[in-house]
């Protein structure tokens, strides 16, 4: 079964850059299915993607963290978009570059383009107040959403059901939306990643 399922996936290695959008008419509105990326800017969002796409500097992982506000396209074997939404919560960035975020992350949502949100956190720390404003967005588009709980290397295998607890009551997740301990370092965690993205695209078979 395993196996069916990889071979009805999308290739991963047939990813290519579309465009950055800074404005609607950047947005692509076909009606392949988005799955849409957000995280705070040092939360390994870039990482995570690198390492579910499978590879290494595919995503850029910028040394200024928050500097340009706008949305990455990635085409996924022409069948899906991968979209990464700008990074949130950089203290440095500038209260108009926070207003160019909020109305690019309002014209993204008001258009009801979303298939499936993947909101990556720390599971090393309890949400911040950035995140909890994200899964408000989340929440809100009425789509289905997964938390990555990325930097699962950084703590022990004790800490990991209580750290997972505390993420699930302060983003106030519903019961369905399931949070993933996960490493981009050491790959631990990819594989559900994958099935449950691909799962909610339709681009899987699961008997």
Known sequence: MMEKQQ??????????????????????????????????????KSSVINKLLGRKNFARVSAQPGKTVHINYFDIDKQLYLVDLPGYGYARVS?????RWGMLMEEYFALDLL???????????????????MADWFRASGKPWLVIANKLDKIKKSQIEGNIAVIR???LLPEEVEVLPFSAEKGIGREEALTRIFDHTGKEDVE
Do not use: C, W, Y
């Open 7 to 44: 071979q009805n996936r999308p290739n991963l290695h047939n990813a290519v850059f579309l465009r950055s959008a800074v404005k609607v008419a950047d947005f692509p509105m076909d009606d392949r299915p988005q799955i849409v990326f957000a995280g705070k800017s040092n939360v390994g």
């Open 169 to 171: 009551e302060t983003l």
């Open 115 to 133: 298939t499936l949100g993947v909101q990556i956190v720390d599971i090393r720390h309890k949400p911040t107040r950035d995140d909890m404003t």
């Open 95 to 99: 209260k108009a570059e926070q207003q």
